[in-house]
Structure formats: C-alpha cells, structure tokens
Nanobody, 125 residues
C-alpha cells in the first residue's frame, strides 16, 4: 500500500485547509485511517481516526469542533478538513492505515501498518 498525503500549505490563523490521503495498491476496506502530526522538536501525535465504515470517529481534544475526518472507500481516500486553524496546528501531517482489529490502538504510533510521506501545514499568526 502506498499512501499519498496532500493539501498542506501556508495559511493565516483562522483559515482552513483540506488534507487528502489517497491509497493505492490495496483497498482501504476493513482498515482504519488516521492522521497524526509532528511539530519541530516534538513527538508525533495523534490527531484523528476513522474506522472502515466511518461510524467510529475519534479526535484529539485540541482539534475537536475544528477538524473533521471523513472517508470515501470507493475512492480509497480520507479527508481531514481543518477549520479555525491556529499557529499551534503547525506541523507535518501524516496519514496512516491500520488493520481494523487494532482500532483500539488507534492513538498509538505503533498501531499502524502503513504511513504516508507527510504534508506540511504552516499556520501564521
């Protein structure tokens, strides 16, 4: 499986960005997909996850009500819509795919089988 993350860029505080994670080589079905981010000098942290059906969604507290994760299994794509961006959201954002049986480990970096290359999000104040 290859994951291609895109949609990052430079935006002012309060603005929006839409990140996309496209998978090739295998279907997303029965896998869950998450977004993580890593700011300079910090550890990679969980942002949001969505299970294969889209029924179960999880967000880290700092992005709740601002970010929305969604998926289109027919297109093997997961979207992270980010609104009301803050300078603290500046980071490289990674998408990752994990086997559905490990969904309970979704907030752990080691819970994933595949990672995308990352896309940089910079929020200016």
């Amino acid at each position: 499986v290859q994951l291609q993350a895109s949609g990052g860029g430079l935006v002012q505080a309060g603005g929006s960005l839409r990140l996309s994670c496209a998978a090739s080589g295998r279907t997303f079905s029965n896998y869950f997909v998450s977004w993580f981010r890593q700011a300079p000098g910090k550890e990679r942290e969980f942002v949001a996850a969505i299970n294969w059906s889209g029924v179960s969604i999880d967000y880290t507290d700092s992005v709740k009500s601002r970010f929305t994760i969604s998926r289109d299994n027919a297109k093997n794509t997961v979207i992270l819509q980010m609104n009301s961006l803050e300078p603290e959201d500046t980071a490289v954002y990674y998408c990752a795919v994990g086997n559905g049986r490990r969904y309970t480990h979704r907030r752990r970096v080691d819970g994933y089988d595949y990672w995308g290359q990352g896309t940089l999000v910079t929020v200016s104040s």
